[in-house]
Each structure stands twice: as structure tokens, then as C-alpha cells.
């Protein structure tokens, strides 16, 4: 498809964000296309969650436009992204089995099979409580739920954070294999080394502006090294 008519699923207009008198996102203009794993790169404080946020609903800009799927945020775009947050919200008292039971009835567009045969291929029991559970498994079973949305938009912060690095590319196949065809990943991390292979764009962002956007592939090759390593050189002449 050529790049004219590819669809975009997020368009950022002039989009600013302040708390009290600290600006946080700066004039942001940032289009997300559709089809695309597109990684969101930066250093802690630069801005990356609460642009996630305001993609989101979960934070209202100060000033500027944002659209998602043609439409304001809202009821529509609440129903067509599925967000994985840094901290999990799972209510821990319910099992694996009950927290699917769950996600099936609250979203129309959940897939419980899809859900069930994850949990089976990641080991997971079940039947387990998910209090008993560690903080990587459970993540692991934060991370089934979202993927097992059949939604236009997933927005994963920081997926890989308390997952052992065996696991890791496991998970990364995992995001590769379940995200709907014609649909987006944007993927909020550090861990750019471990995710880059997936990646088709990149978007790094620092105290609160977009520094640099460009395929992934450009990017290798213009600089004739890893994503990982343009990102350390990029910031590492930012600091003062």
C-alpha cells in the first residue's frame, strides 16, 4: 500500500500539555499510521506516558487537537484501543480463569479462546489466584488479556518490564502473532534492544518534543547501527 493511502489511527495536531506551570508535552504533531509496530522511545520524565495518557482519555490536553480513528477521544476510541499500563489494575482476588471470564463480558470485542490458549502456551495454571501470583506472571497475564482484544490500537508502556529475559522474545512473537491485521502497536520502553527487531517505526521524544520519527529501517540504514544504539548516541548528546 502506498504511503498516501495509508490510514491513520492517531493524528496529533499542536498537542501541548502542562501541570502546574511545568510544561510536559510541547507542540507535539505526531500521526500513528495503521498496520504499524511503532515504538515510543525516551528517557524517564520525557513525556511518554502522559502522551499515552492523553491518547488514552485518561488525560486531557492543555491545548491542541488529538484524533483517534478520525474521531475525538471518546466513547469510540475507548472501544478500539487496548491499553496495557505500566501498573498493573487487575483485580487480584479473581483466577486467571475468572479475570477471562471477566474481559469476555465487559468487551465485545475479547476472544476468550485466543485468551485461554495463551495462558496455556505461557504456562500459565488457570485456576491460579492471581494475588499468589508474581509480579512477572502477572504481567504475562495483563499482557494475554490486551493482545486477546480484537481492537485497532494497542498501546503496551513498558510490557516487558518484569519479565525474565528468556521469556521476553516469547512475548515479543506473542505481540507479533495476536495483534489484528490492519491494526497498530505503539510500545512504550526502555528495554530497546530486546524490542527493536520488531519494531517497523520510531518515535523518540524528549522533555516533551519529538526529536526524531522515521522508519526503522531508515534509520539503520542511515546511521549503520542498531536503534538501540542511535538512541544512546541522541541522547547522550542531549544531556547538558
Given at each position: 500500500m502506498s504511503k498516501s493511502r495509508t490510514k491513520t489511527i492517531v493524528k496529533c495536531k499542536n498537542l501541548s500539555k502542562s501541570f502546574s506551570g511545568h510544561t510536559i508535552l510541547n507542540n507535539i504533531n505526531l500521526t500513528i499510521p495503521e498496520g504499524k509496530i511503532i515504538g515510543l522511545l525516551?528517557?524517564?520524565?520525557?513525556?511518554?506516558?502522559?502522551?499515552?495518557?492523553?491518547?488514552?482519555?485518561?488525560v486531557t490536553p492543555s491545548s491542541g487537537e488529538i484524533l483517534i480513528d478520525n474521531q475525538s477521544v471518546g466513547i469510540h476510541s475507548?472501544?478500539?484501543?487496548?491499553?496495557l499500563p505500566e501498573r498493573t489494575y487487575l483485580d487480584k482476588t479473581m483466577t486467571?480463569?475468572?479475570?477471562?471470564?471477566f474481559f469476555s463480558e465487559f468487551y465485545a470485542d475479547f476472544d476468550p479462546t485466543k485468551a485461554e490458549q495463551l495462558v496455556q502456551e505461557l504456562n500459565?495454571?488457570?485456576?491460579?489466584?492471581?494475588?499468589?501470583?508474581?509480579?512477572?506472571?502477572?504481567?504475562?497475564l495483563q499482557l494475554?488479556?490486551?493482545?486477546?482484544?480484537?481492537?485497532?490500537?494497542?498501546?503496551?508502556?513498558?510490557?516487558l518490564g518484569g519479565i525474565d529475559p528468556a521469556t521476553r522474545?516469547?512475548?515479543l512473537d506473542t505481540i507479533l502473532s495476536n495483534f489484528c491485521a490492519?491494526?497498530?502497536?505503539?510500545?512504550?520502553?526502555?528495554?530497546?534492544?530486546?524490542?527493536?527487531?520488531?519494531?517497523d517505526e520510531v518515535i523518540f521524544i524528549d522533555q516533551g518534543k519529538i526529536v526524531?520519527?522515521?522508519?526503522?529501517?531508515?534509520?539503520?540504514?542511515?546511521?549503520?547501527?542498531?536503534?538501540?544504539e542511535i538512541f544512546r548516541q541522541t541522547f547522550k548528546a542531549n544531556i547538558k
Open positions: 525516551g528517557r524517564n520524565g520525557a513525556g511518554k506516558s502522559t502522551l499515552i495518557k492523553i491518547i488514552n482519555g485518561l475507548k472501544n478500539i484501543i487496548s491499553y486467571i480463569r475468572q479475570s477471562i471470564k500459565l495454571d488457570p485456576d491460579s489466584r492471581i494475588t499468589k501470583m508474581s509480579k512477572g506472571m502477572q504481567e504475562k494475554i488479556l490486551v493482545m486477546s482484544r480484537n481492537a485497532k490500537l494497542y498501546i503496551l508502556d513498558e510490557p522474545d516469547y512475548i490492519g491494526s497498530s502497536v505503539l510500545i512504550s520502553t526502555h528495554l530497546i534492544a530486546d524490542i527493536e527487531r520488531i519494531l526524531l520519527e522515521d522508519s526503522a529501517d531508515n534509520l539503520r540504514d542511515q546511521h549503520h547501527t542498531s536503534i538501540d
